[in-house]
């Protein structure tokens, strides 16, 4: 089963979506199998993180921009060549274990949609596998 969600983003940081995956796999009534996260956009993407302290989204976002700053000799006009960067650097999906009917995640684990070069109104998918 294939579920898509919509979402506003700010200008640049992780929206936690862990609820909205739950929620696809108990409405897929899957008990065993595999879910695919998946963002279509180029300046975003899904990765898994810490969910206690907030202060991770915030030095994820800052640590992204040291490592992938927006430098002037960069060519692509619409001059987000940084988000594009950070994009592929931590990827448009991640796969999670369904067991049990639930996602398996770790205790201080949450699934979060990043944004790179918002705000804007974004979408991703859950396609969820298994029986
Ligand atoms: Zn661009």
Redesign the pocket.
């Given at each position: 089963m294939l579920f898509t969600f919509q979402l506003s983003t700010p200008s640049q940081g992780l929206v936690e979506i862990t609820s909205e995956v739950r929620e696809a796999v108990r409405e897929s009534g899957v008990n065993e199998g595999i879910c695919v996260v998946f963002c279509p956009h180029?300046?975003a993407a899904i990765t898994i993180n810490e969910n206690a302290d907030p202060d991770v989204k915030s030095d994820f976002i800052m640590g992204l921009a040291k490592t992938f700053p927006d430098i002037p000799a960069f060519r692509?006009a619409?001059g987000?060549?940084d988000?594009?960067l950070k994009s592929s650097a931590v990827g448009a999906s991640e796969m999670v274990i369904i067991t049990g009917g639930k996602p398996l995640l770790g205790t201080w684990q949450g699934i979060y949609f990043c944004e790179f070069d918002g705000p804007r109104e974004r979408r991703f998918y859950v396609k969820v596998m298994g029986d």
């Amino acid at each position: 089963m294939l579920f898509t969600f919509q979402l506003s983003t700010p200008s640049q940081g992780l929206v936690e979506i862990t609820s909205e995956v739950r929620e696809a796999v108990r409405e897929s009534g899957v008990n065993e199998g595999i879910c695919v996260v998946f963002c279509p956009h180029t300046t975003a993407a899904i990765t898994i993180n810490e969910n206690a302290d907030p202060d991770v989204k915030s030095d994820f976002i800052m640590g992204l921009a040291k490592t992938f700053p927006d430098i002037p000799a960069f060519r692509h006009a619409e001059g987000n060549s940084d988000a594009h960067l950070k994009s592929s650097a931590v990827g448009a999906s991640e796969m999670v274990i369904i067991t049990g009917g639930k996602p398996l995640l770790g205790t201080w684990q949450g699934i979060y949609f990043c944004e790179f070069d918002g705000p804007r109104e974004r979408r991703f998918y859950v396609k969820v596998m298994g029986d």
